[in-house]
């Protein structure tokens, strides 16, 4: 089953290099449609908030500064893209010290 969810989805995402290259062994899926995200988030101690303008909407969340090796810009952009199709869709973009919504 594994196998078949993997050459039958469009792209896949894994948490380092060395389950990419294992997920493309094993399953003889492109490389080209595996990308790597480093999976790291700081440990959240405050109370959570409701943000009223989020309810009932959709949105792609990102949790996690914005640091250059997280490849911001580039989800920026295909957020645009994306949102030529979809204009009630948001991007949140969050960490422990901000939040953007846009």
Known sequence: MPVKVA???????TPSKFVKDDLVNYSRIKASKVFVTQEAIDKIT???IVFKKL???RFILYLGGPTPHKNLDRLI????KVRQNQPNLYLVLADKKMLIIG
């Open 7 to 13: 050459k039958n989805s469009r792209y896949i995402i």
């Open 77 to 80: 952009l295909a957020f645009d």
């Open 46 to 48: 405050d109370a959570g």
């Open 55 to 57: 309810i009932n909407r």
